[in-house]
């Protein structure tokens, strides 16, 4: 019989499996910093990447004891990287991950590359030629534990007397990163550097088929909690038949199984979770009481409905004008409750907005601001709460 789960429940659960109650509340392990910070990508399966701070303190936030340190040592051991393993969306992703990842959804998104390609003007023959020469300036250096910068490969074609358009840039890296070709890998102290996947890439995991779908379903769901087809077609950029297809043959191998949500009809009702999450204690299991968590953060990005995490009427507040950029949230019992983002008077504080109708206990929050702080190496901040607005910049 199919187990029928409140919306509470939703929320818990969700918290949980997202790293953020339970396991985020365990005192630190034993492992390395970066072994703890590669097991959290990994079992994520992936973060979102497009903002470089944002995404470190995700992977920070949920590998209590952990700083700023073993998130780039962790790149520069060639654990984790950065790239684009689905939908177009840079993510950080285990390194051993991201080749099977892109295998099984990029005929999603690389079939509308030709079409840009011929908005931005770029030949196909011109691509090969700028393929090639960035093929060539990577080679040997990630035996090195070195790499390029965007600027610097860009300043091989140039040398390699390659007309080329400033634009072409974004989508070139892009095009040898989704393919397989590059990652941004060795961090260096600062943003990850392109070296060439396989010379970087040490034990690629070898998925095909079936099983990179099923693997894509189950791990999904262990790492975001209840979810339903549209949400994992959303997230993997896959068709609904696809990922409908994908929830059915992790069912099958007994690593999904089937949830109803109370009051919710059809397909919005019908829900799939990893079966070691499905436990009374964890289905009743309280989230940490107040968190700060970073810009872009799976916590609102892993779903398509956020209702459980976000009061709908709040969401441009979160996105302001809908522009895709998700700002640095304060959550309570797994609700967000206010966003928050560094002092522009005082940088070293953080400055605190509700969102209407909510409210910001700054004590309660104390706790979870020396949390981040302490990643970043620095001391506890002070907290301002501000007018709501502050929130739309």
């Not at 992936?46 to 040592?73: E, I, M």
């Not at 993997?236 to 929830?247: C, F």
Request: hydrophobic share 45%.
């Amino acid at each position: 019989m199919t187990e029928t789960i409140s919306t509470g429940q939703l929320l818990g659960l969700r918290m949980r499996a997202l790293g953020l109650a339970g396991e985020a509340l365990s005192p630190p392990g034993r492992a390395a910093g970066a072994q703890r910070i590669a097991a959290v990508a990994r079992r994520m399966l992936a973060v979102q990447g497009q903002d470089w701070r944002s995404s470190r303190w995700a992977l920070g936030l949920r590998a209590p004891g952990t700083g700023l340190a073993d998130v780039h040592a962790a790149f520069d051991e060639g654990l984790i990287v950065r790239s684009w393993p689905m939908r177009g969306t840079i993510h950080v992703v285990a390194a051993q991950d991201i080749g099977w990842m892109q295998r099984a959804t990029n005929h999603r998104v690389l079939s509308g590359a030709p079409k840009r390609r011929e908005y931005l003007g770029m030949s196909d023959a011109v691509l090969d030629r700028l393929v090639e020469v960035s093929m060539e300036a990577l080679t040997g250096l990630a035996a090195e534990g070195s790499g390029l910068d965007r600027d610097s490969l860009a300043a091989t074609w140039t040398e390699a007397g390659i007309e080329w358009q400033g634009n072409w840039r974004y989508h070139l890296i892009w095009w040898l990163c989704q393919n397989g070709l590059a990652v941004f890998g060795p961090a260096r102290g600062g943003e990850p550097l392109l070296v060439r996947a396989d010379e970087w890439i040490r034990d690629p995991r070898s998925l095909e088929g079936d099983e990179a779908l099923a693997e894509l379903a189950a791990r999904y769901a262990e790492a975001r909690g209840p979810i339903r087809e549209r949400d994992l077609a959303w997230w993997t950029g896959l068709t609904v038949r696809e990922a409908r297809q994908a929830i059915a043959l992790a069912s099958e191998s007994g690593r999904l199984a089937p949830l109803r949500l109370d009051g919710a009809a059809g397909a919005a009702g019908a829900l799939w979770a990893h079966p070691r999450l499905l436990t009374t204690s964890s289905v009743d299991s309280a989230s940490d009481p107040w968190l700060m968590l970073p810009a872009f953060d799976e916590h609102l990005l892993g779903y398509t409905d956020r209702e459980a995490q976000l009061d709908p009427a709040h969401f441009e507040r979160i996105v302001p004008g809908r522009n895709g950029m998700f700002l640095a949230t304060v959550v309570a019992d797994g609700r967000i409750v206010g966003t928050w983002r560094r002092g522009t008077r005082k940088p070293e504080g953080l400055e605190l907005s509700a969102l209407p109708g909510e409210r910001i206990d700054v004590d309660a929050l104390a706790p979870a601001a020396t949390r981040w702080s302490a990643f970043h190496g620095q001391q506890a901040p002070a907290l301002a709460l501000t007018d709501p607005a502050v929130g739309r910049r």
